[in-house]
């Protein structure tokens, strides 16, 4: 079963307004021979609008970095999935670990985003990870489970047609440091027949799974060389279209 890759540049707390619709721009021009990848960019809430309108004939596609669950409320500071989805965006990226790290998101909360963003209508990309921390106590496989199972537990297969996962480790997350192509590939293997276990073949099949950490333009091919990896989630070589766009042309 083919699966297209899904290379998503997560633009976090960088760029004005101005400066995301520059960069949007640049990068749109630049994708315009591109085939059989996906591209999506999550700039800032601030920044949606303003992007969605500037690579609306583009086919470049607009994501969210978070979302609160309620649908509307006095909730002051947040965004909920419906006011994203009018903003023009495809995709909402949740759980990524600064939110958990330093929002303190939790496993239940992420389940309740996932499930508004499904009902808006919203691709969710669901992001999980092991700390340096973890990984060193062995613990990586039972914390992934752990992420994956009470992120998704009680959705029906109906549901996550459109679920994106990422494995983004987080020690590798803006450090400069990859997991090295053996254990990124071990991992995605993993994810693959949990996937299977928790929800059947086919989903597992169907379902893309990225990588995220530290993904360059000098390390892109080998990773998107992996067999189970289905894309890419870039933070830092997102910003500047001109490397981003050698990490969307990896096979070049
Ligand atoms: C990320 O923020 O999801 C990420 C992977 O960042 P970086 O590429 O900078 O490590």
Redesign the pocket.
């Known amino acids: 079963m083919s699966r297209i890759p899904l290379i998503a540049g997560?633009w976090?707390m960088y760029k004005t307004g101005p400066e995301a619709v520059e960069t949007a721009m640049e990068l749109a021009g630049l994708c315009s021979d591109v085939r059989d990848v996906e591209v999506m960019i999550a700039p800032t809430y601030l920044s949606l609008p303003l992007v969605a309108a500037s690579i609306k004939d583009t086919d470049v596609k607009l994501g969210a970095q978070n979302l609160y669950f309620e649908k509307q409320g006095a909730f002051t500071g947040e965004v909920s999935a419906d006011m994203i989805k009018a903003a023009g965006a495809e995709y909402v990226i949740i759980g990524?670990s600064?939110r958990r790290q330093y929002f303190g998101e939790t496993d239940s909360l992420v389940f309740k985003k996932i499930k508004s963003a499904i009902e808006a209508g919203l691709k969710p990309v669901l992001?999980i990870g092991e700390t340096g921390k973890q990984k060193d106590e062995e613990k990586t496989f039972t914390v992934l489970d752990k992420q994956v199972s009470d992120g998704l537990k009680g959705f029906g297969l109906d549901e996550l047609d459109d679920l994106v996962l990422a494995y983004?480790p987080v020690w590798?997350?803006?450090?400069g440091k990859t997991a090295d192509t053996g254990q990124v590939n071990e991992v995605h293997q993993y994810l693959r027949s949990l996937l299977e276990k928790l929800f059947s073949k086919d989903f597992s099949h169907r379902t893309r799974i990225l990588y995220?950490?530290?993904?360059k333009p000098e390390n892109a091919k080998d990773l998107m060389g992996i067999e189970d990896v289905d894309g890419a989630?870039?933070?830092?070589?997102s910003l500047d279209a001109n490397k981003f766009i050698n990490i969307i042309k990896y096979n070049k």
């Open positions: 997560n976090k990524h600064e992001c983004e590798a997350i803006g450090t995220g950490g530290s993904v989630l870039v933070g830092g070589a």
